[in-house]
């Protein structure tokens, strides 16, 4: 009996400190979790501020603001090709500029004047939606192996040119001709060059086959089977 009288005894004067221990227990666990939401929200904080300086500064980085400025506003494309037509019968296709409005699909109107037996000169309108412009060429001739058409005042081109050049083809087959294609232009602005990429493609791959289509209506089938073009220059 004395020794439980003696345990109670301890127990009842050792309950104020448990109730201290698990005071100071509470206490220091809310210490240490308000501590850490204070880091983080400062953490949070310095990141957030360094987001923002880093957006401001690249929203105000002014050379970046125009999404054209690094567009090349000149276009280039040269092909060569074994046709099936001699080089008489394509020379006089390319070189019958007045009537380009007839069978080439973007020239809406040709016109020539100033007929010499070097040349001529012709007025010119092309149009690819939304894009038009009249100009006037100046048109260099070699029968039968060069046309030669510059554009001389355009508002829309800084430069237009186009080259079409014929040379012998197979040895054993006069029918036939070897073809040598280039067109390089250069628009005045930026804006022009990007709307021209859209139709950029459909005019270099539909160019040479337009002139084909002309001389099958005119001659016939070609002697050979149509060979594929060799692209020696692609500039877009």
Same mark, same amino acid.
């Given at each position: 009996?004395?020794?439980?009288?003696?345990?109670?005894?301890?127990?009842?004067?050792?309950?104020?400190?448990?109730?201290?221990?698990?005071?100071?227990?509470?206490?220091?666990?809310?210490?240490?979790?308000?501590?850490?939401?204070?880091?983080?929200?400062?953490?949070?904080?310095?990141?957030?501020?360094?987001?923002?300086?880093?957006?401001?500064?690249?929203?105000?980085?002014?050379?970046?603001?125009?999404?054209?400025?690094?567009?090349?506003?000149?276009?280039?494309?040269?092909?060569?090709?074994?046709?099936?037509?001699?080089?008489?019968?394509?020379?006089?296709?390319?070189?019958?500029?007045?009537?380009?409005?007839?069978?080439?699909?973007?020239?809406? +109107? %040709? *016109?020539?004047?100033? =007929? @010499? /037996?070097?040349?001529?000169?012709?007025?010119?309108?092309? #149009?690819?939606?939304?894009?038009?412009?009249?100009? +006037? %060429? *100046?048109?260099?001739? =070699? @029968? /039968?192996?060069?046309?030669?058409?510059?554009?001389?005042? #355009?508002?829309?081109?800084?430069?237009?040119?186009?080259?079409?050049?014929?040379?012998?083809?197979? /040895?054993?087959?006069?029918?036939?001709?070897?073809?040598?294609?280039?067109?390089?232009?250069?628009?005045?602005?930026?804006?022009?060059?990007?709307?021209?990429?859209?139709?950029?493609?459909?005019?270099?791959?539909?160019?040479?086959?337009?002139?084909?289509?002309?001389?099958?209506?005119?001659?016939?089938?070609?002697?050979?089977?149509?060979?594929?073009?060799?692209?020696?220059?692609?500039?877009?």
């Amino acid at each position: 009996m004395a020794n439980s009288a003696v345990a109670r005894s301890l127990a009842r004067s050792i309950r104020p400190f448990e109730r201290n221990f698990d005071i100071c227990k509470y206490r220091c666990q809310r210490t240490l979790t308000l501590c850490a939401r204070t880091s983080l929200l400062q953490l949070q904080a310095s990141s957030t501020y360094v987001n923002k300086v880093h957006f401001m500064r690249t929203f105000f980085k002014l050379p970046n603001l125009n999404p054209l400025s690094n567009l090349s506003k000149r276009k280039a494309y040269a092909e060569r090709r074994l046709l099936g037509y001699s080089m008489e019968q394509m020379y006089d296709i390319v070189s019958d500029v007045g009537s380009y409005k007839e069978f080439v699909p973007w020239c809406t +109107n %040709s *016109a020539v004047y100033d =007929v @010499r /037996p070097t040349g001529c000169k012709a007025k010119m309108e092309i #149009g690819f939606p939304p894009l038009s412009e009249k100009y +006037n %060429s *100046a048109i260099k001739l =070699v @029968r /039968p192996n060069l046309v030669h058409s510059e554009c001389t005042d #355009g508002r829309l081109f800084t430069q237009l040119v186009t080259v079409w050049r014929f040379s012998p083809g197979l /040895p054993d087959n006069s029918k036939t001709c070897t073809l040598d294609f280039s067109v390089v232009f250069e628009f005045r602005s930026q804006l022009h060059s990007q709307l021209a990429t859209v139709f950029f493609d459909e005019v270099v791959k539909t160019m040479v086959n337009a002139f084909l289509k002309r001389a099958r209506a005119l001659h016939g089938p070609e002697s050979i089977q149509s060979q594929k073009p060799k692209v020696i220059d692609y500039t877009s």
